[in-house]
Nanobody, 114 residues
Framework: QVQLVESGGGLVQPGGPLRLSCAASGSIFRTIIMGWYRQTPGKQRELVATITRYGSTNYAPSVKARFTISRDNAKNTVYLQMNSLEPEDTALYYC????????WGQGTQVTVSS
């Protein structure tokens, strides 16, 4: 089991940037896929982006041109750089380790509003 702690959420104006961080415990970090998901009330949790241990990335079409996922294996941390944020990006963002059946963080709220 990997323990995950997200940070970096908050209120941002439309068009602005925000960077989320997820610190993970354990040496297993560098061997597993990491990802970011998001959820809004009444909707299912959806994939935002994933990154493999080799650095290969995958994005939801709605964020592909605006978000960048990265990882620092030396720091056991994964990041999500979000640019050109839109009100539709407002959600609770979750860090994930090891895929859907893996470990989840508590979530960090991102609100995009003027």
């Amino acid at each position: 089991q990997v323990q995950l702690v997200e940070s970096g959420g908050g209120l941002v104006q439309p068009g602005g940037p925000l960077r989320l961080s997820c610190a993970a415990s354990g040496s297993i970090f560098r061997t597993i896929i990491m990802g970011w998901y998001r959820q809004t009330p009444g909707k299912q949790r959806e994939l935002v982006a994933t990154i493999t241990r080799y650095g290969s990335t995958n994005y939801a079409p709605s964020v592909k041109a605006r978000f960048t996922i990265s990882r620092d294996n030396a720091k056991n941390t994964v990041y999500l750089q979000m640019n050109s944020l839109e009100p539709e990006d407002t959600a609770l963002y979750y860090c994930n380790a090891g895929g859907i059946q893996g470990s989840w963080g508590q979530g960090t709220q991102v609100t995009v509003s003027s």
